[in-house]
């Protein structure tokens, strides 16, 4: 299955990312991480240091050119060597810094997009793996491209009405995308808090209270693997991915053949 994780900045979808792909690496899943984000957090959140952490893909202009093209852009390009190429290991998974489209430079962003959505495609094809992409915060960079390629979204949001509106966006946003297998994670959140009556937000399938362990290892730390609140962090991912793996009604048989005019 493949995974994103989105939500509003700050929130902890990076965290909860490093947790999903340690948690499914653990149960002996072959298991991708995918750092789509500009900020590149996840290498760091699953314990590398700066210099094992390889440089992301987007920024690559002249390997987006030789595989995508310019101009006439291939939405097919050959990537089936790049993930074991560029992709390095993760504790017990594999992470791929792909960085964000946003932050692939000026100018017209869909060469890194096709990239993006032909590596996503080609990542994971059978039920024993599994991918987890950590995204760009909000709403803007949610595309077609992204949503197309996986096929569950965690939302992430934290106990507070705008956080929670963001998530009701990105929810609505993926699902008018083809997207409904959506869950909703509460994060630095009191468990058996009400949600505020906030329309689209998806089910609830766990709520992660603020971690003292994690706290403590702010400053010095940002590996967010090994804590001592190990197991409410394993029975949390647990609960994620039993959600996500529960019928959803409104999902499409086949998301990934959601109609994509555009890669972006
Ligand atoms: N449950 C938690 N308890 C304590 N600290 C947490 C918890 N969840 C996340 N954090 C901390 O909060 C900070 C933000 O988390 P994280 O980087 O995962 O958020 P993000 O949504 O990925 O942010 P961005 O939008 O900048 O990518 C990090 O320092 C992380 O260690
Ligand atoms: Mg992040």
Known sequence: MKLAVAGKGGVGK???????????????RDTWLVDADTALSLGAAMGLAPGDIPAPLIGDAELIRRRVGSGMISLTPEVADLPERLSVKAGLARLLVMGSVAGAGGGCACEANALLKALLAHLVLDRDQWLVVDLEAGVEHLGRGTVA???GLVVVSEPSFRGLTVAARVAAMAAELGLSRQ?????????????PDIPG????AATIPPLPGLAARQMGNPSVLGLPEQSDIDAAMNDILAALAAPFPDQPQH???VPCATSS
């Open 14 to 28: 990076t965290t909860i990312a490093a947790w999903l792909g340690d948690r499914l690496a653990r149960q002996g």
């Open 149 to 151: 390629g996986v096929d």
């Open 183 to 195: 869950v909703l994670v509460l994060n630095r959140a009191t468990p058996g808090e009400s949600l």
């Open 201 to 204: 937000l998806p089910p609830l």
């Open 255 to 257: 998301p990934r053949c």
